[in-house]
């Protein structure tokens, strides 16, 4: 096990740098100067002033210096000051993450607490009606684009009946009923697609689980189905579902860019979206640096959520 | 002025919009459906609206409930609006700081900043300058010093006061400010003095006859607390934690969420009926980029405003139930440019030729404005003082035959500057933003173009910053630009004076005159006319000055315009005062230009 993660330890710091250098060299890329966004044209012609600001955000240094004075200041945790708006990356980060992550972490857990049921059903059913009726489902909800689901839940929730808010988020710290209320619809829209995904998981590791031999033993024996199923079937066919469900939160931190965009919500990738337009390239660094580290992190712990779900794994370790 | 107030009662129907990116959110937010930033400046509406666009439904007008017009002398006298109340605004986009100094500002952020800070003067109704925090101004002969009086009694949000010394502190921190170092050079504002407890006394570097424009608007005429620019802790606070003398204090700042702020309870305006402003407790601020949503949000009562600069907007706001609508055409105006120093735009054949076959009704078709957005021929619009009729006259109509017949020319000239062969086709490159309506407009361009058989037409489109940064160009003295045909955006409320100083100067001055020129087109006599203009500020005699300039710069045709920027703040029944607001001597503001409210004013109707 400490081998094991020490060898993750070390991918994780080559995949940060890896990733870096990249975001750093492709932002550094493209067309548009970051002084463009923050100097209106009038004033650029004062030279002396330009150059100020230039020295002042490091904008006169080689690339690569200014790669190395990033790098030295992202190990103690700074990873600089936003050009436009002047506020510590860092700092935004931090404030962003809690809205991100929740949404992400709700939206993933209204997938599974809908997708385990129906992908169980599916597969205790398969070849019948039933399954048809979840795969069909699953299908139609996979092909429907999550902006448009969202509109058409804020038409129905918001516009129609007026139950929930059409924007805007509330913090947990300021109002818990008012937080549920403004996660449950941009939760939803990214739910969906997830939820066919996670069914269809499901129902395939289900079904070789239940042509196993100890499953046919435990129906000898007299075990109700339900039992069966949850006790003993799925378990050994999760393991797919975790990763699966490990890659679908990283991939949502930097990922729910759209979602927070249509319903205004001030997450990491909303921001890290503005950042580009801005050419704001030590926001985009710094978001795109901590999503690496989040993604990467998160895949360690699906490993070791692996072993503890599967002895078969923690013994081979 | 073109604002009216519309209250909509037809049903509501589902809008399902394809959503491919979000524009940016630079502070500027989105400047609607062409590019920003503006190139000129503009000053004036008159009192009378313009003759409105066909639409399918009449407008209707409808004071506050809350003015009671007294019929005997034995009734109550009259009572202005009531306090109380809140308001939720969504923005187009989220303010990147509130230091006007420094931060990036257009229409979104302008609601925030004129809700914390005061101007030292606004303008009235039809476009003039009046004294709001300060009390007077005059200038020498030659405009080059200007006293000012500040009014008494003002204090900022911190308990302050506001004294002569503070605009003198302002003046220190306008200096390195990223958007103030520029003004006070094109303003050739050089010293800033207190000559006496309230007095102030400016001095710039030549004359500038409308100096007083320039205190009218961000940055140099927003009042802040000079403590918030003392140093660098104090000035990254101050991007969230403004101190202004304005209506409203920041109560808590939740950037891309919201802005709550509440009334400041020692304001020092009070309106004509004496019950002091603010009327609202508070106000909050949520910038929702999405136009459906933002709209969404304020029919489902999520926010009870909004504001858009987007022609689609409108029209589905017309057909919202319930909603009051506070619309404004004035001088901002779509359209685009020519690089003058890239052939062959070169040459004015091939410019106005081009115009001329191009069709604005088609275009404004395309932008989706058909009976909201007026054509326009020039940078003013016809409520303008400055607005004038030979140069309307003189804007080319669509025309394919006349406007062939140019190309047709430039096409015959051995000279031709492209270096192409006689009789071959020209090419062209047309960009816009990405957006999809300004690709519809583009394609009309386009396929009119390719019509004559003489034009091939290439159409590109880079995101916002990329298009800006292509016309603005490299900071290597010269600002060129690696544009062809390129969208913009023209023409503001503010004095035109400011923005076409360095709008239309010369792009190869090294001191920077031609800042603005994107088009790089410079006339010595046209450009005379603009530095003449600044030397008076008889409004007949300035323009008359435009006048001339114009008509030059018509026949030259490095700009086009594609159509007037219609805005719109759209409230919740019975939210109002916004086309209504007050200077301190009881006469009409300019409303709300740009879709900037005046949310010190803005008022629930009794019911």
Redesign the interface.
């Known amino acids: 096990m400490g081998k094991m993660l020490a060898v993750r330890l070390v991918r994780l710091v080559a995949t940060i740098l890896v990733v870096s250098f990249l975001t750093f060299l492709m932002v550094n890329l ?4 970051p ?13 002396e ?2 150059e100020q ?1 230039r020295e002042e955000f490091g904008l006169n240094d080689p690339m690569m210096v200014r790669y190395a004075n990033w790098l030295g200041d992202a190990v103690t945790g700074d990873l600089g000051k936003s050009v ?4 510590p990356v860092a700092g935004e980060i931090w ?2 993450l809690p809205i991100t992550a929740e949404l992400a972490l709700v939206a993933i857990g209204f997938s599974l607490f809908v997708a385990i049921p129906l992908g169980t059903l599916s597969a205790y059913k398969q070849g019948k009606r039933v399954d048809q009726s979840i795969s069909a489902a699953a299908q139609v909800s996979l092909s429907i684009p999550n ?2 689901l969202g ?1 058409l839940l ?2 129905v929730f ?2 129609r009946l ?1 139950w929930l ?5 509330t ?1 947990l710290t300021e109002s818990v009923s008012g937080n549920i209320k403004s996660v449950i619809l941009p939760a939803l829209s990214l739910a969906l697609a997830e939820v066919a995904v996670y069914t269809r998981v499901v129902r395939s590791d289900m079904i070789s689980t239940l042509q196993e031999d100890y499953i046919l033993s435990a129906r000898a024996k007299g075990l109700k189905d339900r039992f069966i199923l949850f006790r003993h079937a799925l378990r050994p066919s999760s393991l797919t579902l975790i990763t699966v469900v490990g890659l679908n939160v990283g991939a949502l931190i930097g990922g729910t860019v ?1 979602i927070e ?6 997450g990491l990738g ?2 890290l ?2 950042a580009v ?3 704001d390239f030590l926001m985009i660094q710094g978001i795109t640096v901590f999503v690496a580290v989040v993604y990467v992190t998160i895949n360690t712990l699906v490993d070791i959520i692996y072993m503890l779900v599967d002895p078969r794994i923690r013994k081979k370790v | 002025m073109n604002m009216t107030l519309r209250k909509r009662g037809t049903g509501m129907r589902l809008t399902a919009v394809l959503l491919a990116a979000v524009m940016v959110a630079t502070a500027c937010g989105s400047d609607s459906d062409d590019t920003s930033p503006s190139a000129t400046t503009v000053a004036t509406e008159t009192t009378e609206a313009p003759e409105a666009p066909e639409t399918t439904t009449a407008p209707t007008t409808e004071a506050p409930a809350t003015t009671a017009t007294p019929t005997t002398t034995t009734e109550a006298p009259p009572v202005g609006p009531a306090q109380g109340g809140d308001a939720s605004v969504g923005l187009e986009a989220e303010a990147p700081g509130l230091r006007p100094w420094e931060d990036t500002c257009s229409s979104p952020c302008y609601n925030m900043m004129a809700a914390v800070f005061d101007k030292l003067f606004e303008q009235y109704a039809d476009g003039s300058y009046g004294p709001f925090l300060a009390e007077s101004i005059s200038a020498n002969d030659d405009f080059t010093v200007w006293t000012m009086n500040l009014r008494p009694d003002v204090v900022f949000h911190d308990g302050s006061e506001l004294t002569a010394q503070t605009i003198v502190d302002m003046f220190v921190v306008h200096q390195t400010g990223a958007q103030s170092a520029g003004v006070i050079a094109s303003s050739k504002l050089i010293n800033v003095e207190a000559t006496g407890d309230l007095e102030v006394t400016y001095t710039l570097s030549g004359t500038n006859a409308i100096f007083v424009a320039n205190l009218s608007r961000a940055p140099i005429g927003m009042v802040f607390a000079p403590s918030t620019g003392a140093d660098e802790d104090a000035v990254t606070a101050a991007a969230n934690a403004p101190i202004g003398t304005g209506p409203f204090m920041v109560d808590s700042r939740d950037v891309d969420n919201k802005t709550v702020m509440v009334r400041n309870p020692n304001y020092w305006m009070s309106d004509s009926f004496g019950t002091q402003l603010p009327y609202l407790d508070s106000v909050t601020f949520h910038p929702i980029p999405d136009e459906g949503t933002r709209l969404s949000s304020l029919a489902s009562g999520t926010v009870t405003a909004m504001q858009s600069l987007r022609q689609a907007s409108i029209r589905d706001a017309r057909d919202t139930e319930g909603l009051w609508l506070f619309e404004h055409q004035g001088n901002n105006t779509g359209g685009g440019m020519f690089n003058v120093t890239v052939a062959p735009y070169d040459d004015a054949r091939v410019r106005k030729g081009l115009i001329t076959m191009s069709n604005q009704a088609a275009t404004i078709e395309a932008l989706g404005g058909e009976g909201i957005s007026l054509p326009t021929t020039q940078l003013f619009a016809s409520e303008s003082p400055f607005y004038s009729e030979a140069i309307a006259a003189a804007y080319p109509t669509h025309d394919m035959a006349a406007g062939a017949a140019l190309v047709q020319e430039y096409i015959d000239d051995p000279d031709r500057s492209d270096g192409l062969a006689v009789g071959e086709k020209i090419s062209v490159t047309l960009s816009c933003p990405p957006d999809p309506t300004l690709i519809a407009a583009m394609q009309v361009s386009q396929v009119l173009w390719e019509a004559s058989g003489l034009v091939d037409v290439e159409l590109t489109g880079f995101d916002q910053a990329t298009h800006i940064g292509m016309a603005v160009g490299a900071a290597d003295g010269t600002f060129i630009g690696t544009h062809d045909i390129h969208c913009w955006r023209w023409g503001s409320e503010d004095d035109p004076a400011a923005g076409m100083l360095s709008g239309f100067g010369d792009p190869f001055d090294p001191s920077g005159a031609g800042a603005l020129n994107f088009s790089n087109w410079y006339d010595e006599e046209a450009y005379g006319y603009v530095v003449e203009a600044t030397l008076t500020d008889d409004v007949a005699e300035r323009a008359a000055l435009y006048e001339k300039f114009g008509l030059i710069m018509v026949e030259a045709m490095p700009i086009y315009f594609s159509g007037g920027t219609a805005t719109v703040i759209a409230t919740a029944e019975g939210l109002g005062g916004l086309d209504s607001w007050e200077m301190p001597d009881g006469e009409a503001g300019i409303g709300h230009p740009s879709a900037e409210g005046r949310w010190g004013q803005a008022y629930w109707a009794a019911e």
């Open positions: 493209l067309p548009g100067d002084i463009n966004a923050l100097v209106p044209p009038e004033a650029q012609n004062n030279q002033f330009v600001l436009i708006t002047s506020q404030r962003r902006f448009v509109l804020i038409y918001a516009m007026q808010p059409a924007t805007g988020w913090r759209v965009t249509l319903f205004a919500i001030p909303k921001r979206l503005d337009f801005q050419r």
